[in-house]
């Protein structure tokens, strides 16, 4: 099954840039219940791995904790995806045929989101060989973290290691368990970027509105009470799994704005002029948050579903308004005037509706977006309700 300009599979599982590896394990897993199994368990190490609860250690603490549980779940995963080549790399229907120079290397994220999304079960292989190059890399960077690297700096490194192995770990089991017949398991279940991208949005859009609800409500003269109510909704946030999916540069931002709170009403003497400061800063920090739909992903995808949503509201039909209503909830947050015409679902409201997903093209036209093809959004409906459901559990 070698295809023109790959590896061969000994050569691979041998050197991948520069890594070797070594052949004296012995408790190797060649059983594929137990691969899976392994994968499973690691699956829900990783998503269980909360660096959020090491925000606020500094450089020193976190060398001592964070950086060494990161490495030894790097270290856990690399040996487990060398026992998914070791057991797959020969298998008629998942051996690989990856080239480590083509394409499919240049974007880890984007690699794996495209196989997941066309017969991953043929490319096991080549998922546990991909897998084991970025993990064996940060690996590499992990180690070599210098001193004057500051907290943040170790936090993002762990981050971004951390979200591979559930990336990578995740797809291997969606791709063995579809192999097996399996139905996947939503606690396993494999979530594409864009899908984490839409989970992000929601975050920030119901943060940022709850933010604007507290001026509306409470009014200009509480800063008191404004800033308790803020304080709630960062926690909130924080604790929230989609939080350790987060930039880190706003992750950042969240708890700088969560310390000047409690520090500010924790103080027997408030001053209301400093009180007012830090609710400014904060006003402004969640109206930033709407930036979210700059992202790549996002504008190809809003530009899909505007493109596909906006014929249906010009067809009186019942069965197309009901179509509409989905599709519009897919575009949460990036229009806050559509949420509050979807929110209302009335039909007779269908030219504002119109009107208003006609702007979010213009829009999107400005920002040189292009839709992306139908086939690499998917089962909007099914995401929709997927990202509902967790939504409820949150």
């Given amino acids: 099954m070698q295809a023109h300009g790959t590896v061969r599979a000994t050569e691979r599982r041998d050197v991948a840039r520069g890594c070797v590896l070594s052949r004296a394990r012995t408790n190797t897993l060649r059983d594929s219940t137990q691969v899976l199994d392994g994968l499973v368990a690691l699956v829900e190490r990783s998503r269980a791995f909360a660096i959020r609860d090491f925000e606020n250690q500094d ?3 976190l060398r001592q904790t964070l950086l060494p549980q990161t490495d030894e779940l790097l270290h856990d995963a690399e040996a487990l995806f060398v026992d998914v080549l070791d057991t797959y790399d020969d298998h008629p229907l998942a051996g690989s045929t990856l080239d480590p120079d083509s394409k499919d290397a240049e974007s880890f994220f984007v690699a794996v989101d495209s196989i997941v999304s066309s017969n991953p079960a043929s490319r096991i292989a080549d998922l546990a060989f991909m897998a084991r190059l970025e993990i064996c890399s940060r690996r590499e960077r992990l180690a070599h973290l210098g001193a004057d690297c500051p907290a943040w700096g170790l936090v993002a490194a762990c981050t971004s290691a951390r979200r591979r192995v ?12 579809e192999l097996a017949g399996i139905p996947s398991n939503v606690d396993d279940g494999f979530v594409t970027e864009l899908a984490t991208s839409l989970s992000i949005r929601r ?7 709850a933010v604007a609800e507290q001026d509306r409500q409470v009014g200009t003269t509480e800063v008191f009470r404004r800033l308790r109510l803020a304080g ?5 946030l924080v604790s929230t799994p989609i ?12 708890r700088r704005l969560q310390a000047a ?15 007012e400061h830090i609710w400014k800063d904060l ?3 969640s109206e930033m948050l709407v930036q979210v739909n700059r992202r790549g992903d996002l504008q190809q995808h809003d530009r899909a579903v ?4 906006l014929p249906l509201l010009h067809d009186g039909s019942e069965t197309a308004w009901a179509r509409a209503k989905g599709l519009a909830g897919a575009l949460f947050g990036r229009d806050d005037r559509l949420d509050e015409l979807a929110e209302r679902s009335d039909p007779n409201e269908r030219d504002m509706w119109a009107s208003v997903v006609q702007g979010v093209l213009d829009a999107l036209d400005q920002e040189h977006a292009e839709a992306a093809p139908r086939q690499v959004l998917g089962d909007i409906t099914a995401l929709i309700m997927r990202l509902s459901i967790e939504d409820g559990v949150r």
Avoid: C, H, N
Wanted: charged share 30%; hydrophobic share 45%.
């Fill in 232 to 236: 709630i909704q960062l926690a909130m």
């Fill in 261 to 275: 709170i409690l520090g500010w009403l924790r103080t027997p003497e408030r001053d209301a002029r400093r009180g």
């Fill in 166 to 177: 559930v990336k990578a770990a995740s797809a291997l089991v969606f791709a063995l368990r």
């Fill in 59 to 61: 450089q020193q603490q």
């Fill in 243 to 254: 939080y350790e999916e987060l930039r880190v540069i706003d992750r950042r931002e969240f």
């Fill in 306 to 309: 505007a493109e596909e949503l």
């Fill in 203 to 209: 975050a920030y859009t119901g943060f940022r509105r």
């Fill in 283 to 285: 006003a402004t920090f």
